[in-house]
């Protein structure tokens, strides 16, 4: 539905265009077959005048119904629907798994690339803004572990936490939120199927309008439990 009222009112002027043609060769068209049907004297002509006009009526119809159906769409119903609406809520194919772990697909890939040193900063964090507060950069993490930070902009719409190997750009989804948050807990993450090793660790919000910002990464290190 959502994606039916963005084509909608994102090719209104073209949709109007399209059925101003059609409405001018429909008009046409209805004109020409209200005219034979009044000059029509035999009853055979009189009829195949009358279908003609009928289909002329059914279609103009059709036209009209479609314009008003579009402008009542355009210009009452989508400006009323708040902006995240049109933004599809994680699923499956955003979030791997809901329990904040990783897929075997994912987990296989990890431990297929090399592990880079990673420097303890963080790297893009905003203050009372977007900002992963634990774990720190160059925290030392195993087993289950609950992060937390603040993600908190104008015209939010959600955000999502990644994961990668340090110096890799093979980022995995561990999961996401729909909530604004300040200074609490984010959604967890089980770490104890990850190869020890050095990671990043990111956090990723993306505004109403679907624009992702500037994501906050920080580096980590997975320790054996």
């Known amino acids: ?105 994912m987990m296989t890939q990890f431990a297929a690339q090399p592990q880079n040193a990673s420097q303890p900063n963080a790297a893009g964090c905003t203050p009372g803004q977007i900002e992963l507060t634990f774990p720190a950069p160059g925290e030392e993490i195993r087993g289950s572990i609950e992060l937390t930070g603040t993600v908190n902009i104008p015209n939010f719409g959600f955000y999502k936490y990644e994961v990668a190997p340090s110096g890799s ?21 089980d770490t104890s199927a990850l190869t020890p090793g050095d990671y990043q660790l990111r956090l990723v919000v993306i505004d109403n309008q679907g624009t992702a910002l500037t994501p906050c990464v920080v580096p980590v290190q997975v320790i054996p439990n």
């Open 169 to 189: 750009d093979t980022w995995a989804t561990i999961a996401a939120g729909r909530a604004v948050v300040v200074d609490a807990a984010l959604g967890g993450w």
């Open 1 to 105: 539905m959502a994606d039916f009222l963005k084509f909608l009112a994102e090719y209104e002027a073209l949709l109007y265009i399209v059925l101003a043609i059609g409405a001018l060769f429909s008009l046409r068209w209805l004109f020409r077959a209200w005219s034979d049907w009044r000059v029509a004297v035999f009853s055979l002509e009189r009829e195949f005048s009358a279908r003609r006009l009928t289909r002329a009526v059914v279609i103009t119809s059709v036209l009209i119904v479609f314009f008003c159906v579009e402008f009542s769409l355009t210009s009452f119903v989508i400006p009323s629907l708040p902006a995240d609406f049109f933004l599809a809520t994680p699923t499956l194919d955003l979030i791997s798994t809901p329990t904040g772990t990783l897929s075997p697909e």
